[in-house]
């Protein structure tokens, strides 16, 4: 058994954040992608708030009024080195929301071993 260590940035943020003509959400993943960084995903919540900021309760239940406001939470993991090329474009654009690394450990598991090959390979392209 083997356990390594990985790097988690996340990036709490709203739906309706917008950065140019997409979400917020959907631009951090595409820079990741083009960055080739190991893997991210994103997730709606169902509630939540934020500060002051952005106005509590900022999370607002469609059935009351038409328009859902979710709370997204934007999960982007791989080694430290490479977490940091995107550290740049989110202090650039992220201007309403949290963004957190982690320094964690994971199994390594022969989906890693295959993943950590494929990226090795696709750095060998570039």
Do not use: C, W
């Not at 820079?31 to 900022?58: D, F, N, P």
């Not at 469609?62 to 080694?79: K, L, Q």
């Not at 201007?95 to 598991?109: C, I, K, P, Q």
Request: cysteine-free; charged content about 30%.
């Amino acid at each position: 058994m083997e356990l390594k260590k990985i790097t988690f940035l996340k990036i709490y943020t709203g739906e309706d954040v917008m950065l140019n003509d997409q979400p917020l959400y959907k631009a951090v993943i595409e820079e990741a992608r083009r960055l080739k960084l190991a893997g991210g995903t994103v997730m709606k919540g169902i509630e939540g708030y934020a500060s002051t900021s952005r106005g509590v309760g900022r999370a607002v239940s469609s059935f009351v009024s038409g328009n859902a406001n979710y709370p997204i939470v934007v999960e982007i993991v791989d080694r430290r080195e490479n977490i940091d090329k995107i550290l740049p474009f989110l202090e650039a654009n992220v201007h309403d929301g949290l963004v957190l690394l982690e320094e964690s450990t994971y199994l390594e598991t022969a989906y890693t071993r295959k993943r950590a090959r494929e990226l090795a390979d696709m750095a060998k392209e570039d």
